[in-house]
Structure formats: C-alpha cells, structure tokens
C-alpha cells in the first residue's frame, strides 16, 4: 500500500530497565500528565466554547526547561521505534523515532541537516525537552518524504544545533496532537504536525494511523513493523476492524484510552468494563495491582526476582488459558504462547536461557483508578491497532500473527 511505511522496534535492554520503565510511565499516565490523545487534539479546536468535565493536570510547554517531569514521550519508552524519512530535494535520508507522545519534527542529532532548494530557514529558535533529552536549534521548512506517495511541502522542522540524549538516531518524527507543539518555536504560537499537513494537503482523508508487527523473534534489529498514514492496510488482518469511542473515564480519556473487560480462562474476571489505554510506548500487558493478583493465582506463576516479571514452570505454561479482550463488543483472544516473552530474547530480559516469563505486570495501583490497564507492545504485536483522531476512535483487529507459535 502506497500509505504504509516500514518501521523497526528496539526494545531497551534489561528486564529491570523495561519493568521500571514501564512502571514510571505508568505512574505518569496515571496522573494525567501530557494529554495527547485525541481529546487533546479536539479541546484546542474548540476551547473557546467547549468546557472540560476533567481538567488534566498542567503541562508546562515543551520548551520549558520544567517539562522533562512532566512529559510522556519516546525518551521515557522501553521500546521504541525508527522510520528512514527523507527530508530536501534530492532528499536526504535521516533515521527518525516515532513518537506519539510529541509533535515537533526535527533532524541533526547525529547526520548533519544538508539544505537543498526546497529548504528554507525561518530563522525562529526552536527547543524542545523530552522526559530525558533535548534539543534547540533553528526552525526550516522543507519537503519531507515518507514515502513516495506521502510527500509533504513546507513541512515546519527542526534542525538540531545542540541535541542532548539521542546517541543512535538523528531525530523524531512526532505525530502526536498539534497542542504540544505550544511555546516550542519563538514566534509561533504552535506549528502544524506532519498528520495535520498529510491531511490538509489532501495526501490523507482520515487524520489516523494504522500499526501491524511481525512479532519479534530475534534480538538483530528487523523492520517488523508497518505504519499506515490515513488507511488501513487490508492485506494484514484476518477480520473486520472493531472500532471503540475514546473512554470517558479520565485519566484514560486524554490518551488513547478505551473501556475494555479482561478475563482469563472460561470464568477469571480480572477486569469489568474498566478504563485504560492501549499505548505503543509500553513493552509489556500492564494490569491494576487487584487484577494482576487474580491472574498470578490463576496461572500459578511467582514473581521472578531478578527480572521483576512473573514466570512459569513448563508444565504450568502447558496449562495455561487464554486471556479474552472484550473490547467494543468483540472478544480478542491473547493466546498462552502470546502471553510469554519470547523465549529467544530472554537474554534482552537478562533472564535466563530456556526459562518462561510472562508478559503481565503489575501496573502498581488498583482497579477503579481511572486507568486500570496498559495494552502496550506485547499485546500489540499479535494485532493490528488503528489510531483514528478524526473520529476519536480506537480500532482493534486480529491478524495472522494472533495466534502465532512463535515465542
């Protein structure tokens, strides 16, 4: 498909590393911090005439040197994700980390910015902080290219003088709502996002993106994943898209944030039409403290205290059940095998070799919070997600890798 884009996951190592980081940006989440789902995106639209039941808490602009605590972005992620993204013409290829948890796009963290004829300086300052990072440089417009098909003209970038926290890539591609981009360009009361130029130049009708994985089998990095701009890529899922109205309930309702109920088996009832939120930059399957001691005893598991995670003998993982997502009136089912870390990548985990980890953590605090659950990476990997602003809506399908023997 002419939209889709091939992207590539890292998944930071350390087991310790990706449960805590887990846990952090939970903890961040769970306080309201750094709306930017598409609440976020439709309150600025209509702020004027529209009051908000829940107030999130303040975020202090992303140029502000006091948003590090604050923001909820990729810096903060245990796994990330790159794109090549080509920016002049001729372009120049650049890698960039796709983040949903903020909206300025910029290059120089590593390969200098080379100006071309469709570069032009605005000679406006530019700075952004990030929950660990940051960079300021200079803001240009320019063509930039995901694909052949998804080419932006006079797209607002930044181009890095100084970059701090961003060793392997040369810069992000934010695709999250236009309202994180407030007080980051002087002069510039916000700037549009690569989503809001692909719309309003036609390039898209539906301001959404679409994500399928080929679940990770292997520690090399592999393009296995696929971004789709304003579509959705038929040719990867085995069923209708179930489509889902952003919760109510806050603080699940300023991300992407649905109601879903969780039951393990044929009668474990973990979660009842709870909130939560399905969230890319979270490795693992995140429950509230109450449900996730419903599924430990259920599955027999014990809390490995090297990793953090829970594991399971062979035998147990022989009697293990399914975990059913019932999400906007259609049941999804999180096979045995889907609900392990991959056996191959334990050593990412700095676990031990042949021994089964689950993928279920403890979110740290109990049901009835307002976000009771993270469907991140893990849970994912075995489905295709749409991530509709237009309609506010969030879209789940099964695909050939649901119900995949892989791990």
Do not use: C
């Not at 903060?76 to 796009?105: F, H, K, M, R």
């Not at 301001?207 to 579509?231: C, H, R």
Request: glycine share 10%; aromatic share 8%; charged share 15%.
């Amino acid at each position: 498909m002419s939209n889709s884009l091939q992207f590539t996951s890292h998944i930071v190592h350390g087991a310790k590393h990706i449960l805590a980081r887990d846990q952090a940006r939970a903890k961040k989440l769970l306080a309201g911090l750094h709306p930017h789902g598409p609440v976020a995106f439709h309150a600025r639209k209509s702020r004027h005439h529209h009051h908000r039941s829940h107030e999130s808490a303040p975020v202090p602009p992303q140029g502000d040197s006091t948003a590090a605590g604050h923001s909820i972005d990729v810096t903060d992620a245990a796994v990330t994700y790159t794109l090549p993204v080509g920016v002049g013409q001729p372009p120049t290829t650049y890698t960039l980390l796709i983040d949903t948890g903020s909206s300025n796009t910029w290059v120089g963290a590593q390969k200098k910015y080379q100006p071309t004829s469709t570069s032009k300086s605005t000679r406006k300052q530019v700075t952004v902080t990030y929950g660990s990072g940051s960079f300021s440089g200079t803001e240009f417009t320019d063509q930039v290219s995901l694909s052949n098909d998804l080419v932006i003209q006079n797209q607002s970038i930044g181009v890095a003088s100084t970059a701090q926290g961003f060793d392997d890539v040369d810069g992000i591609l934010g695709i999250g709502p236009v309202d994180l981009t407030e007080g980051t360009v002087k002069g510039a009361s916000s700037v549009p996002t690569v989503t809001d130029n692909l719309f309003t130049q036609g390039s898209i009708s539906t301001e959404s993106i679409g994500i399928s994985y080929v679940p990770t089998t292997s520690a090399d990095e592999a393009a296995n994943g696929e971004l789709s701009f304003g579509s959705i890529d038929t040719s990867k899922i085995t069923g209708d898209v179930t489509f889902t109205p952003i919760t109510s309930t806050s603080p699940a309702s300023n991300y992407w944030g649905i109601d879903q109920t969780l039951t393990y088996g044929e009668g474990t009832h973990l979660l009842s039409g709870n909130a939560g939120i399905v969230d890319t930059g979270t490795t693992l399957l995140l429950i509230a403290t109450d449900a996730f001691q419903a599924y430990q005893k259920a599955t027999g598991a014990t809390l490995d205290q090297t990793t953090g995670l829970l594991t399971v003998t062979e035998e147990q993982f022989g009697n293990m059940q399914s975990l059913f997502f019932e999400i906007g009136g259609t049941s999804f089912e999180l096979t045995a095998n889907a609900q392990i870390w991959p056996r191959s990548l334990n050593s990412t985990l700095g676990g031990e070799e042949g021994k089964i980890y689950l993928i279920t953590a403890d979110l740290g605090s109990n049901s009835g919070s307002g976000l009771d659950f993270i469907n991140g990476f893990a849970f994912l990997q075995r489905f295709y997600s749409v991530y509709d602003t237009t309609n506010s809506q969030v879209g789940i399908a099964t695909t050939p890798f649901t119900d995949a023997e892989t791990n």
